[in-house]
């Protein structure tokens, strides 16, 4: 069963106009203005704006009398179109395989089988959400068993995000207004002044008097939203995509059949790559049935790459997922992250040392899972749980090394627990400490190394010392543990910061 993410931008002709011009202050109230002969009138406002009472449909005229100041641009639906066309094209490339746009103001994708790559759905939408805000672009998303229905959630709710678990389709829309529904406006309005007032309302009302007044766009969208209609997706491809496809003229079902063209369009995937100087890093197998649905796989390498075998291996380790149906007609594989890739001869030497590869290993596990795979690096940085960072697992060295004058513990917890300390003096290491609900007796201590705050990236770390110490208790574990003092007031709090080996 398909899962449909839908992503609602709300503010994206004023999102579009700020990113831009980055000068425009977020506090002045900003809108968009359409013009159709002498009349003029909102068609989109950001946040600021709608904060002081503005709405979409107001004529321009009222909102300059309403709000002074606010600052007015001209429609450009059309650049518009084009940002939106970008969004998707970047949601191809991190997200899933097939993903289309929305217009005016969304982006749809079929995430079946693509969001464990994300770490699951609560955290692929929260982190789709933040990374469009990071972006500078306000968005709700919402997921759901189709289209019309993640869709109309997306648009209706005040929640950044909203999940619908699988088959419960109906229990979350019956409650949601007509004009969800995808409905053209007099439609809706129609529908509204004969009594209907939720989806529930007109889903339970006998079809063929709805289709006899408003024709069967109705009943569609209805078929739509609860699923008894298939809605497929058609998935964007940008221009300079590298894709291979095979139709059939008999459709195909068998699992070993579906490898054997598999393999065969890598190889011309291949072959295309060559001519280019590329190598594939993101490949997805798109899967069109002739029930009009579509499934997709994707395979990931963690470099460039043009190695047939590997590429056939990783796909191959998929099609199990594959349900064809009544029999797919159309198999499409297509290059949807390539880089450019130098083969190079590889040394025979027999002085040389020879290099373990584990990229083959690191696709394996990537292709389960990206998320769990990263390697950790230094950071330039005072504050020690700053000093690290997660990279990708065959990113380059950059040069940073680990801070060698002191030890530093292999595992730090992810922030700092206080702890109960008992020490001679304040200056001295302890002489016990209690953390979580143990207590233990220092045998040896080492320090302490002081270290301050990063003053000259947050002026809150001004004043902010820390006085690390290695201590040992008596079974023999070592700690990282610090005291945090308040340099105007002298008062201290100790810490647990990390564990040695």
Known sequence: MARVVSVFLPTLPTDRIRRADPSLSPDIPLVVIARCGSKRWI????????????????????????????VMFDADPAADLAALERLTLWALSQYSPVVAMDPPDGIVMDTEGADHLQGGEQLMLSGLVNRFRGRGLAAHAAIADTWGAAHALARTTSRETVIVGRGETARAVNRLPLSS?????????????????????LASTPRAPLTLRFGPEVGLRLDQMFGRVAEPIDPIRPAELVEVQKFFAEPIGAAETIEKYVSRLVRQLCLELEKRGLGVRRADLIVHRVDNTIQALRAGTAKPVRDIAWLTKLFRDGIERIEPGFGIETLSLAATLAEPLIETQSASSLIEEQVTDVTPLIDVLGNRGGQRIFRVAPVASDVPERGVQRIAPTADEDGATWPLHWPRPPRLLARPELIDVIALLPDHPPVSFTWRGKRR?????????????????????????????????????????????????????????????
């Not at 529904?181 to 309302?201: I, P």
């Open 43 to 70: 068609a989109a406002a950001d946040r600021a704006a709608l904060k002081l009472g503005l709405r979409v449909g107001m004529p321009a005229a009222k909102a300059q009398a309403l709000v002074q100041g606010m």
């Open 181 to 201: 529904l995808r409905l053209a406006a007099e439609t809706v309005a129609s529908l509204h002044t004969l009594g209907f007032g939720t989806v529930g309302d």
């Open 441 to 501: 007796r220092v045998k040896r201590a080492d320090g302490p190394e002081r270290i301050f705050g990063e003053w000259w990236k947050r002026s809150s770390e001004w004043i902010a010392v820390r006085d690390y110490f290695v201590v040992e208790d008596d079974s023999g574990e070592r700690f990282w543990i610090f005291r945090s003092v308040d340099a105007e007031t002298g008062s201290y709090k100790w810490f647990m910061h990390g564990m040695f080996a």
